[in-house]
DNA sequence: GTAACCCGTAAACCTCAGTTGATGGCCTTG
DNA sequence: CAAGGCCATCAACTGAGGTTTACGGGTTAC
């Protein structure tokens, strides 16, 4: 088992999770075979209130999409929320890194520098990070590391 | 089959347009056999090159969440790309961008360029402008519409 | 040439996701 | 009390998710 950290949230307690906080009228919480049965009516897709029991307590812990989007689309909340947690984060910085560069308006500047020669680039480039390195002091480069 | 719209796009058209926007080098696709490989490799979580293709040619069409997982974490999606088609068509849209500027090597130019002021961001748009000029002749000039 | 390799494709195969059936506890209602 | 329904829990089973093995075509190396 390499380095990368497992969700710190199991789908087990993410749904647990859900089954406490949405409930029917109010009152007590959903039983297993009232989803199961719901699932199977609203949505067309064959589950049964045991394996939904299974995924709760963890016994079960690696369903198909199709079973977790059937939850996920019961109790109201995008599939994601069983899914996403530090690691998917973590990619969708680099997501937000492209909004951030479109939020500077540098966006035109990268578009423009790909659109030329690899030798007129490297220049740019050396241009570029002499600026940077005048505006950004030495003390402040110094926490760089992601 | 109740109300509920499915989605519009397969899991397998979904994976097989990373496989043709997320390249190694800038070049050939990867082989279902370099991603079974690497996610192996980078993951430590078991997959078969075989089921990868199956996936991606629709043969198989519900996958586990470890293998869903696994895959958009090695193509650096989120899950949600694979489940949700609104955020599916955001990334999308997001990925093209951001392969060009990586095919162009320009990424690093744009980074330090977004953490400079702007009015030094002006300037070296300038001077980014000046040099497209430069390469890009009058006539080709006018045909920057796309 | 041919040997070695990587690749997509296919079918046979095996493991585990998911079901079925059963048990017992906790409520009601008669 | 017994009868009946709803529930969580368990063990045993089924079948689909996932793998293994193998074949043929394409490419590079000797």
């Known amino acids: 088992m390499p ?16 089954f406490q ?11 297993s075979m009232a989803v199961a049965e719901a699932i199977r009516a609203q949505q067309g897709i064959s589950i049964s209130h045991t394996y939904i029991w299974q995924l709760r307590t963890g016994r079960r812990t690696n369903p198909t999409v199709q079973h977790l989007t059937a939850l996920a689309l019961f109790f109201g909340v995008p599939v994601a929320y069983f899914l996403d947690d530090a690691e ?18 540098v966006t035109e500047i990268a578009l423009r520098a790909a659109d030329v020669s690899a030798s007129s680039r490297e220049a ?9 390195e005048l505006e950004n002091p030495a003390e402040r480069r110094r926490q760089q590391d992601d």
């Open 88 to 105: 998917a984060r973590k990619i969708n910085d680099q997501l937000e890194l492209l909004r951030t560069l479109r939020d500077a308006q």
């Open 3 to 18: 380095g990368h950290e497992r969700d710190a949230f199991s789908i087990a307690e993410k749904l647990d999770r859900l």
């Open 21 to 31: 906080q949405i409930r029917p009228s109010g009152q007590a919480e959903f039983s």
């Open 124 to 132: 740019i480039g050396e241009i570029v990070r002499k600026v940077w």
